[in-house]
């Protein structure tokens, strides 16, 4: 397996890897549009000094992502990260793939300050697996999300 960086010429890849989530998840009900997508890929991870990602590649074939940033708690001078989304392919699970992401957004975390790591499992996309995962590498299961769907399919 290789990890590269997100970056402009790895678009197209990070763009596939979303759609295969999109297709997959819980997220299915929401549209997904290419260019917004693409929008938020450079403005919030390539673009951002704060942004991390990697995609994870099995010979050419694009197999994961983790993508995240680091930003000040709104109520404090520390440093948060937090994850935009987590995704391994269903033939690269039960690989190292998804640790080894795991671990990367990690070590970027601590190195630049985050005082904590927050990771969330909204795909639903094997959620006791992914949150037994978290836990086996030392995360707390802290709260729950909530969803409401408002205005799909208007």
């Given amino acids: 397996m ?17 759609i295969a989530m999109q297709e997959e998840s819980d997220y299915v009900a929401v549209p997904f549009d290419i ?7 450079v403005s919030m991870v390539i673009d951002n000094p704060n942004g991390f990602g990697v995609l994870a590649y099995d010979g ?3 197999v994961g992502m983790i993508a995240g940033s ?6 404090s ?16 699970r039960g690989s190292r793939t998804s640790v080894k992401l795991l671990k990367m957004f990690t070590d970027y975390a601590t190195g630049v300050g985050a005082t904590e790591l927050y ?10 697996r992914t949150g037994a995962l978290l836990e086996r590498m030392g995360f707390q299961h802290v709260g729950g999300n909530y969803r409401k769907r408002l205005n799909v399919g208007s």
């Fill in 2 to 18: 290789q990890y590269e960086p997100f970056s402009i010429d790895s678009l197209r890849d990070i763009l596939k890897l979303g």
């Fill in 35 to 41: 260019e917004q997508s693409a929008r938020s890929i």
């Fill in 60 to 62: 050419d074939k694009p």
């Fill in 70 to 75: 680091v930003s000040p708690y709104f109520f």
């Fill in 77 to 92: 001078k520390g440093k948060l990260a937090s994850d935009f989304v987590w995704y391994v392919l269903p033939e690269a």
């Fill in 119 to 128: 990771m969330g499992v909204t795909t639903n996309v094997g959620a006791a």
